[in-house]
């Protein structure tokens, strides 16, 4: 029933149907599954970008500083990722 009201916010459906913890119902949580599941998949696609510019860039003769300072991640972060490769 909720697809029947695209526009109404989870407030509005909530006051509508009285439901008192709309966050209990299934549909809720098979969306927020859904949502985390999206969301660790984008996480995990840019730490795998930030992975390749950090060896791209040390490839390149960059300092281990200068490319902490560029990506604004921890020199430490720079040095785990360089060993790992």
């Known amino acids: 029933m909720v697809y029947k009201l695209p526009q109404k916010?989870?407030?509005e459906i909530a006051a509508?149907?009285?439901l008192s913890d709309l966050n209990k119902t299934r549909v809720y949580q098979e969306i927020q599954a859904?949502?985390?599941a999206e969301a660790q998949a984008e996480l995990q696609k840019a730490k795998q970008r930030e992975k390749a510019a950090i060896l791209r860039m040390f490839n390149r003769g960059l300092a281990t500083e200068e490319i902490a300072?560029?990506?604004d991640v921890s020199v430490a972060e720079v040095e785990a990722n360089i060993a790992e490769a």
């Open 16 to 18: 509508m149907f009285n």
């Open 69 to 71: 300072t560029f990506l």
């Open 34 to 36: 859904e949502v985390q």
């Open 9 to 11: 916010s989870r407030e």
